[in-house]
């Protein structure tokens, strides 16, 4: 049974940093891809960053390009989001997401089967 536990949220003002991390447990894909989604209130989820645990260049949405880093461990399952330069609409909650499948995944949550429970960022002004 795959299970993936967020944590590292919390509150920040603008301009902070925080480290989101992901326990991934029963997830034993090497090549499959994993990534991180928010969902603020009253908006759709939004793929945030994706990245294949076999290795490759992650993709990260727009909104976070140059201020967000994903990265992983896969000795110890884990995957991280090193989140800088934090913005007011960065705020939502954030989940963790893997896929079953080997093949291409894609920034849209239809690619991942298996969720965490996320965790909340808030970024005040």
């Known amino acids: 049974q795959v299970q993936l536990v967020e944590s590292g949220g919390g509150s920040v003002q603008t301009g902070g940093s925080l480290r989101l991390s992901c326990a991934a447990s029963g997830y034993t894909y090497t090549r499959n891809c994993m990534g991180w989604f928010r969902q603020a209130p009253g908006k759709e989820r939004e793929g945030v960053a994706i990245?294949?645990?076999?290795?490759?260049?992650?993709y990260y949405a727009d909104s976070v390009k140059g201020r967000f880093t994903v990265s992983q461990d896969n000795a110890k399952n884990t995957l991280d989001l090193q989140m800088n330069s934090l913005k007011p609409e960065d705020t939502a909650m954030y989940y963790c997401a893997a896929r079953r499948s080997s093949s291409s995944c894609w920034l849209g949550g239809s690619a991942f089967d298996y969720w965490g429970q996320g965790t909340q960022v808030t970024v005040s002004s």
């Open positions: 990245i294949y645990r076999g290795g490759g260049n992650p």
